[in-house]
Nanobody
Framework: QVHLAESGGDSVQVGGSLRLSCVATGLSRSGYLLAWFRQTPEKDREGVAAISGTGGIVYGNSVKGRFTISTDFSKATLYLEMSSLEPGDTGVYSC?????????????????????WGQGTQVTVSS
């Protein structure tokens, strides 16, 4: 059974940095897709970044160059390093997972491609 639990959300000033963590248990080291999504009441859920077990990584255009997704399987943890934060980065950030055993150089950022979800952690960026 896959279980996901996020942490690290906080309120920060514009230009600040945060690191989100997602403890992800129940996944194979090489057979997974993991992603970060964010959502606000005004917007649909947005795929921020995704990573595959074969090393593929993709980012949404709005976060390229500012956010970094990574995994540490020794700690069963997915990370999202966020820098140069903007008010538009405000939202509830959730991690999502899917079992996937094929090669993937471009893991999906569509929410319907993921079965397992965490509860989410709030990030608020204010000026």
């Amino acid at each position: 059974q896959v279980h996901l639990a996020e942490s690290g959300g906080d309120s920060v000033q514009v230009g600040g940095s945060l690191r989100l963590s997602c403890v992800a248990t129940g996944l194979s080291r090489s057979g997974y897709l993991l992603a970060w999504f964010r959502q606000t009441p005004e917007k649909d859920r947005e795929g921020v970044a995704a990573i595959s077990g074969t090393g593929g990584i993709v980012y949404g255009n709005s976060v390229k160059g500012r956010f970094t997704i990574s995994t540490d399987f020794s700690k069963a943890t997915l990370y999202l390093e966020m820098s140069s934060l903007e008010p538009g980065d405000t939202g509830v950030y959730s991690c999502a997972a899917e079992h996937y055993y094929g090669p993937s150089s471009r893991p999906p950022r569509r929410p319907d491609k993921y079965t397992y979800w965490g509860q989410g952690t709030q990030v608020t960026v204010s000026s």
